[in-house]
C-alpha cells in the first residue's frame, strides 16, 4: 500500500484540488481515498489502473463531503486542471471514460479499437494507423465518427435525438 502511495498520491491530490479548488479539502479527502482504498483493496479487480481507481474512490468522497455540506449541482461543476498536469488530465480522462464504457460496446468493432487505442493507450493518430494497417486520416476519422456516434446515442437517451448509432 506504500508504494501504492508513493506513485498515485500526487494524481489523487491534483485530481481532487482540480474539481474543489480548496488545498486543505484535497490534503485531507487524499488521505480518506487512501484510508477508504486499503479498507477495500481487495475489492479492486484490475480492470482498470489503480489511479483511475483511487480517483473515482476521490470523487465519491468529495461529492459526499459537498453533499454534507448542501452544495447544490456539484455534477456541474467545472473540471479545469492545473496546465502543467498532463498526467492528471489523463486520470480524469480515464475516469470519465468509465461511465461510457457500455456504449462504448455498442460501437462497431474497428471504432471501439480506435477509442481504446487513442484514450486509453493515449497513442497518436499515426500510430493508431500503423497497428490497424490504416492511414494516419483514417484513424482520425473513426475517432470522430465513433465521438459522434457516442454523443449521438447519448442524446437519443436523453430524449434530445435520434436512439440510433
Not at 482498470?48 to 449541482?73: M, N, P, R
Request: glycine share 4%.
Amino acid at each position: 500500500m506504500e508504494e501504492i502511495y508513493r506513485q498515485n498520491a500526487k494524481i489523487v491530490y491534483r485530481f481532487l484540488y482540480s474539481r474543489c479548488r480548496e488545498e486543505q479539502l484535497a490534503e485531507d479527502l487524499t488521505q480518506e481515498t487512501f484510508l477508504k482504498a486499503y479498507r477495500s483493496l481487495e475489492r479492486f479487480d484490475g480492470s482498470c489502473k489503480i489511479s483511475t481507481w483511487l480517483c473515482q474512490i476521490a470523487k465519491h468522497l468529495l461529492y459526499q463531503y459537498w453533499e454534507k455540506q448542501g452544495k447544490q449541482d456539484f455534477e456541474e461543476l467545472p473540471e479545469t486542471l492545473p496546465a502543467d498536469a498532463d498526467t492528471e488530465r489523463q486520470v480524469l480522462k480515464r475516469v470519465e471514460l468509465l461511465e461510457v464504457l457500455k456504449e462504448l460496446q455498442e460501437l462497431s468493432g474497428e471504432m471501439r479499437e480506435v477509442v481504446y487505442l487513442r484514450v486509453l493507450s493515449d497513442l497518436s493518430y499515426k500510430e493508431i494507423g500503423e497497428i490497424m494497417g490504416k492511414s494516419e486520416n483514417w484513424a482520425r476519422v473513426t475517432f470522430y465518427r465513433a465521438k459522434e456516434a457516442l454523443l449521438k446515442k447519448r442524446e437519443g437517451r436523453d430524449g434530445h435525438g435520434s436512439d440510433e448509432l
